[in-house]
Nanobody
Framework: QVQLVESGGGLVQAGGSLRLSCAAS????????MSWYRQASGKQREFVAR???????NYSDSAKGRFTISRDNAKNTIYLQMNNLKPEDTAVYYC???????????WGRGTQVTVSS
């Protein structure tokens, strides 16, 4: 089992920045790959970014160039630095973890990000 707790969401104006954090506890074997997904109201959950334990990263097209995912293995924590935020980035952001790059096996409860225009 893995427990994931997100933090750092909030309300920000367009063009602003936020930094999300996700702290993992439990069986770290299942935190080899940690990811951020988001779900806007009325839409399906979508992939944002992922990072492996070795630091290999992948981003969605919408995140490339604006968002940066990073991790601190000693703290079992990942981060998502979001810059130049847009109203369309408004969503609940979820942290996920798993052993491989297949869809996460564990999810956090999410943190709300709202970007005003």
């Amino acid at each position: 089992q893995v427990q994931l707790v997100e933090s750092g969401g909030g309300l920000v104006q367009a063009g602003g920045s936020l930094r999300l954090s996700c702290a993992a506890s439990g069986n770290i074997f299942n935190t080899n790959v940690m990811s951020w997904y988001r779900q806007a109201s009325g839409k399906q959950r979508e992939f944002v970014a992922r990072i492996t334990r070795d630091g290999i990263t992948n981003y969605s097209d919408s995140a490339k160039g604006r968002f940066t995912i990073s991790r601190d293995n000693a703290k079992n924590t990942i981060y998502l630095q979001m810059n130049n935020l847009k109203p369309e980035d408004t969503a609940v952001y979820y942290c996920g973890s798993g052993f491989s790059v297949v869809a996460p096996s564990y999810w956090g409860r999410g943190t709300q990000v709202t970007v005003s225009s």
